[in-house]
């Protein structure tokens, strides 16, 4: 396997026990480097998101857990394999992280996909609730939570707290996220230490704005409104 930069092949060390970080392959890489490009249109900054969140979807199944199962094959034999032990459903934060949806369903055929939105409010800087339309029988389910930017954490934490509340466990849910930053994944840690996290990429840091550095911009507009 060819190597890549030293500044691009180390992945950030002393993260929390709970994230999970995919391979720093070239492949990845070069999809990083297109939607950090500025200069990316849309089509293809959409085209490069759709093939991360594919790759992300299909780690954070990797972390469900499953089942024994026995089936016969079509030359009359049995096969001892096995299949995920509960039902599934997304969480997309919305709106960027209803651009994840997409590679879910195309992982999870028929899967049932709810959606919160979340604001920041201004008065007291702090996330707040807007909507919640989840799933009747969520509590009863593995949760992928779907979110492309993770910088302060505020919407991720509000997030699975509403999830909480509709009784899912923390070990049910699994934060599915494009990019992130140290102090993000701290803060989640902290807040929700059995909550697990799959994540594309671990950037540097917040600057004194709090955006994520080098970051990609806002997300949701570069993959859902057209230049």
């Known amino acids: 396997m060819a190597s890549l930069p030293a500044h691009i092949g180390a992945a950030p060390g002393n993260l929390p026990p709970n994230v999970c970080q995919l391979p720093r392959t070239g492949q990845l890489a070069a999809l990083l480097t297109g939607l950090r490009n500025k ?10 998101a759709d093939r991360v ?3 992300l979807v299909e780690e954070g199944l990797n972390h469900l857990p499953v089942l024994e199962k026995t089936v016969t094959t079509p030359t009359g034999l049995e096969y001892q394999g096995v299949d995920f ?8 934060i919305m709106r960027a992280g209803e651009s994840m949806e997409a590679g879910l369903r195309e ?16 008065e007291t800087a702090q996330a707040k609730l807007f909507y919640a339309k989840l799933p009747d029988d969520i509590a009863n389910r593995y949760c992928l939570l779907l979110d ?20 899912v466990p923390q070990e049910r849910i699994i934060f599915l996220n494009l990019v992130s930053c140290p102090e993000g994944l701290k803060a989640m840690y902290d807040a929700y230490p059995q909550v697990k996290i799959v994540t594309a990429w671990v950037d540097e840091a917040l600057n004194e704005h709090k955006y994520i550095v080098p970051g990609l911009g806002d997300f949701g507009d570069r993959y859902f409104t057209s230049s």
């Open 53 to 55: 969140n594919r790759l």
């Open 39 to 48: 200069e990316t249109s849309r089509g293809a900054f959409v085209f490069y």
């Open 107 to 122: 992982c999870c055929r028929a899967v049932r996909i709810g959606k919160i939105l979340i604001q920041r409010d201004e």
């Open 85 to 92: 032990e509960g039902k599934i459903c997304g969480v997309s």
């Open 148 to 167: 492309p930017m993770l910088a302060t954490g505020g919407s991720a934490i509000k997030a699975i707290e509403v999830l909480l509340d509709h009784g």
